[in-house]
């Protein structure tokens, strides 16, 4: 009776924990964005982001219950303070469902970086936007 | 009571006479000014090797790259040399405004120490590798020259160019003329990546910072202190120069006018940028000897924006007390000349729909002395006659 107690508290953390874990596959220390409709996970390499060096994107972007999946994502970054974007326009493939790859960034000067993800799926975009200090 | 005024009064008094009768106070840091002076070293960085260039590194490639840089036979009047305005004596600069050589130039001449490995070449950035910016003033009509066609022709004409040639590549000069221009100028990056400069009293105290040797760190001059401490704080110049060469590697409009002469402007990055796509010789062209091509990363994804109009390159600080003039059309002439323009800041200068970085910095005669003997210290001591 014990061991079957505990054998279904675990299921039921798997099955929760199957909800949260977008972007399990990424590994690593990820960084999670929750949008209304989808759930964006990211590394990046180098980890921490050096100012004024290439880095690339690994991403998940994981549908909520009853949304359609992910086409597409456009990656784009700005600094809100200082009003300009990046020098560089990130290039973006799809290795499997759900997940993308994006190269060529590069944060050219320190403070806050808005990263913005907009997910497109069946004609309709979301934007989904992570703010950042590098230094 | 005492009056609000009367207070103030007795607390300007009390903040005065201290400042008066003792020295200032020693320059204390806050930890993000701590670990932004860190990040400015260490000095000096590992050696660059580019693999994009397979000569790179080579002593023989080095060798004949010295000897090319000071042959005047590769210009087409037989008169100029590389070191015709990137003098050895100068810290490879030529002290003028701008530059001169078959014609003038419309910008100023950069200095060549701790060129290698950076990630864009010219004022304007319209080279992504060091080879193809040493093979431009050669079939430049400008600077040197007026084609490939000169630069094969010496090679293959002067018996100690053609020797020394074919011990660097392992073949004589082949018939295309493209191909041995690049080759000279693959040769000529190969010394000039080794071209650094030495340690300087900046380097020492950011070390001492870094091993908390206040012994060290007092050595460094107190007005040095201050102004290092506007450098990497309320001056935010580390916004853009930063790391070790004191540079971002990118391009921003700082409010040097752009005008080179009435009715003609120079475009900065945005013309840059244009060359450098219409450009054979980049990272992702025909002559990149690497591969695998992987250093195309930014020739690849650079994006050409509205605002690139009159951006020009964060020219690096290390040895700037010796490569006056400044900007790219060398418009100011000493670095107070500098520190003055970034304090009185011609804001309407910038461009209205620019980014927002820069204000203002309003700093009184000592903030002025103070930031300009800081950048004095990025040099190193010349040594004794
Ligand atoms: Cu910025």
New binding site residues.
Partial sequence: MRFLRIAATGCVLAAAGAAVACGESLGGARTTVEGGKYTVAYTTSPAPIVVGQHFSLDLAVCAKGGVPAPQSVRIDAS?P??R?GMNYRASITSPRAGVFRAEGLLF??P?RWDLTFDVVADGATQRLTSTLRVE | MASARQLAAIALVAAAVPAIAQAPPPVTFTDAEVRRILSLGPWPPPPVVDPSNRVSGKAEAIAFGTRLFADPRLSTNGAIACTTCHQPGRAFTDGLPRAQGLARVDRNTPTVNDVGGQRWYGWDGAHDNLWAQSLRPLVDPREMGDGVAHVAAAVRTHGDLRERYVAVFGRPPPADDEVVAVDVAKALAAYQEVLATPRTPFDDFRDALARGDAAAMARYPQAAQRGLKTFVGAGNCT?CHLGPRFTNGEFHDIGIPFFVEPGRVDPGRHAGIRRLGASRHTLTGPFNDDPVRAPGTSTRHVSLEHRNYGEFKVPGLRNVARTAPYMHNGSLATLRDVVRHYSDLPEDRLHADG?R?LKPLGLDRYGIDDLVAFLETLSAPLPRP
């Fill in positions: 600094m303070e200082h300009h050219h000067m403070g | 916004a980014e970085i």
